[in-house]
């Protein structure tokens, strides 16, 4: 409030006025975070307006379609939603690295598919074994250590292995739109979590350090575990059986049992990720779904219906019916990778 | 901006100064966080001087024992932990309140047990069935309907029915102490979690609203569910299998996959917190394990070693050798329920 004072032009306002000029902006602070303090790497485009007029619209208190902080939940696949999944999703290359680093304590790999085809850099061949082979192969790499154990396996590979293209850490081959939004969303009250198909004690390895996700909202796909004492020290041992999958109808059953609410924001990019949309965006109230469209082969990569890593076919076809936003690697991404100092 | 006013000594300090002040003040809130501020209905004893010396000692940055944010997880039992257990579980309450609704569409369940005995009024009928009986009537009572619908159901039933001694609402049976730990712990950067022997989806009802827990927060033991189009909607479907049991050794197994990392405290107050607590307290650093000993009659219940319902005999004799706190409601509590208005 203005006080004007005769005479003396330079008086500053009274301290309750300024101070409560500061609590003002203080509490104002929640209104301050627009997104061009925060989607700087994305074009201006449908994409981005869809986003910033969702988060606008469900943030503020006097609208129709506001939710209070804890309903706003989103929920985020990694695999070409995250982070790159081509030539191969990560974990693979993890899985094959950990094949070849263990086989010398396994002679009989050499005969025994689908250990004989990694070891002979037959892509064709492992990829013919199917989803028993990926399963042998959890199972001889993912299991008989302890949880404490298989995260220090994966952070000391995640150190030292590089993207064949890129010749990157993978951890750097993250978008930099979807660090962005993630920013975004929780500064406007967010929680954002993972749910994956990919491993979730692989993913939570480095979900806090590169996307600011902490382990307990991160959700994925597990196998089996067991409480033990080694040494009299009890730990957690990993068993080669599989517990759960975390795609297709599988990711709304994952939402469920870990996080407990359905979301009203959900991000995706192949097919595996139909139901988590689905789920979602046919909930009451005010929902966003995104699909991220990999078009871009210059700066990433492209490919969609015909791709058997992130195939995106049926969702594609669907996006239009069902409301959901695609976003374009190729014209809604200004940026895609961090720079990282190069 | 300070501007110097000749033969005004009113004139206040200058601005920079006073919103340095403020801003100081604000910087210092989370070294407020004081045990006076939160700790009020526990006495001044062995229980409580644990606890601050625990938090004071992990929260200071300067000391040997700091724990960055992210690491301060705590983890806490319900049933006789948070919240009363007896004259039985308050979920058995729920369940024996279901099978009595849903009689009347199962003819046969007066012919059946552990039905026929529930239908009686006869608990020790009831608790003759054992293990087997109850997982009969956690099929019957707490699947067949979606998610959605069964926490209606809880909400509804925790809405009318009443404890049979206090003659109030079970959810006004929590522990004031701690609600109290529980502010205390999150004013110093803690994130709380459940970890219940109880059904995940049962607890989850209440949680946030009573606890300030949000569902992602708190694990517990689960049925299988599967996702399903009804209406073409999709909704999670409850069905009559168990899925996980978060009890016993099964408690280490559930944070591990809940939470995705070690805590460094633990509450609990029966044998079946004690590998919660041995696993808690056995890794590197500072930890702290306490077990609320139920030795008051008077005001809550007495009993430890004997009881069919948390019963406490191997975790109290380990106790001493493991260096968890024991916690008597009967001392170290001055109050033990809210006041609610009474």
Known sequence: MER?????PATPRPVHARLAGLWLALLALPALAQEQDFLSSWNDGAAK??????????????????????ERIAVFDNDGTRWCEQPMYFQLAFII?????????????????????????????VMASGEHGLLEMVAATHAGVTSEEFAALVADW????????????????????MLELLAYLRANGFRTFIVSGGGIEFVRVFSERVYGIPPEQVVGSSIRTRH???DGKPVIVRLPEIDFIDDKAGKPVGIQKFIGRRPVLAVGNSDGDFEMLEYTTSGPGPRLGLIVRHDDAAREYAYDRESPVGRLDRALDAAPRQGWGVVSIKSDWRVVYPDAGR
Chains 1, 2 share one sequence.
């Open 4 to 8: 004007k004072i005769p005479g003396h």
């Open 49 to 70: 307006a869809r986003i910033v007029s969702f988060v606008e619209s469900v943030t503020d208190p006097t609208g129709a379609d506001y939710l209070p902080p804890a």
């Open 97 to 125: 690295d950990r094949v070849r680093a263990l086989a010398p304590q396994h002679p009989e790999w050499q005969a025994q598919e689908p250990f004989r085809s990694v070891l002979a850099g037959d892509m064709a061949g």
């Open 158 to 177: 995640l150190a030292t292995a590089r993207h064949p293209r890129f010749e990157r850490p993978y951890t750097e081959l993250v978008f930099t739109p």
């Open 228 to 230: 033990e004492l080694r």
